[in-house]
Nanobody, 127 residues
Framework: QVQLVESGGGLVQAGGSLRLSCTAS????????MGWFRQAPGKERLFVAT????????YYTDSVKGRFTISRDNAKKTVYLQMNSLKPEDTAVYYC????????????????????WGQGTQVTVSS
């Protein structure tokens, strides 16, 4: 497994932006596909975005397409989630997740696909 630490959450007004970061340790970061998930109060944890280990493939849930961008810097062992045009419904705890990927182009989007999780960072969007 890998240890993941998220940062960058906070309180922002609707229409604003935040960039989340997730830094990894304990396993070769460039061998891992990465994902972001979120959990709103009283709801299940849901997929947001994922990126292949090479960074060449990404995939997003429909509700964030065109607003959020996932990226990674393998030299810094960090994955990012740039969130623009934030809406109150984006309010949630955001979790970073990792899993080993045998192929550089594979992407994963199910909660059960990932074996390592961060502690989460709170994002609150006020209206």
């Amino acid at each position: 497994q890998v240890q993941l630490v998220e940062s960058g959450g906070g309180l922002v007004q609707a229409g604003g932006s935040l960039r989340l970061s997730c830094t990894a340790s304990g396993r070769t970061f460039s061998s891992d596909a990465m994902g972001w998930f979120r959990q709103a109060p009283g709801k299940e944890r849901l997929f947001v975005a994922t990126i292949s280990r090479s960074g060449g493939r990404t995939y997003y849930t429909d509700s964030v397409k065109g607003r959020f961008t996932i990226s990674r810097d393998n030299a810094k062992k960090t994955v990012y989630l740039q969130m623009n045009s934030l809406k109150p419904e984006d309010t949630a705890v955001y979790y970073c997740a990792a899993r080993y990927s045998a192929s550089s182009g594979n992407i994963y989007y199910r909660d059960s696909d990932f074996d390592s999780w961060g502690q989460g960072t709170q994002v609150t969007v006020s209206s």
